[in-house]
């Protein structure tokens, strides 16, 4: 990505309503619901502001959650305590305006929201995403993201993992 973005927490000033990925659904959420979910502490949520335009060219949210732990695949799981839940964050939406297609947007809010989760001083051992559809649960795959055995479009990477993929190091 190049220095024509800046990722920051979404604000009032950010314009929403010409935003269009090309999933109706991803669309609406950004455009009407994401803000009661800030208001409601539900989610935050990220934007790459365009620089030279001002315009919202992508966004995601993180969420804190948790899973049981019989969903994690093995042999993930097998490392993991016997707790019944397994803490994480998870990144429940991530859009990119269909105008930016080609500048590596998508890859690099992912990154962010990783970086972002790896940061936090919170406990958490994985990340989760939910995808859409089967291009973005493909998309996640190519980062490492393993699906859950009983839910194939959410995606487990566990944070030790995250932190290797962003130094460098292949997951």
Known sequence: MSARFAIEPLGK????????CGNERIDRYFREAVTQ????????CFVARDLETDRVAGF????????????????????????????????GWLGRDNSYAGFGLGEALLFDAIKTIA?????????????IDEKAAAFYA???????????????????????????ETP
């Open 13 to 20: 000033g950010h314009q929403r309503k010409a935003f269009s």
């Open 37 to 44: 979910d800030i208001k409601r502490r539900y989610a935050t």
């Open 60 to 91: 995601y949210t993180l969420s804190s959650s948790n899973v049981p732990l019989m969903a994690v695949p093995e042999p993930l799981a097998g490392r993991l305590p016997r707790y019944p839940t397994v803490p994480a964050v998870l990144i």
């Open 119 to 131: 940061e936090a001083p919170i406990g958490a051992h994985a990340i989760f995403a939910d995808a």
């Open 142 to 168: 190519a980062f490492g993201f393993t699906a859950l055995i009983d839910r194939p479009n959410r995606l487990y990477l566990p944070v030790a993992t995250a932190q290797r993929l962003l130094s460098g």
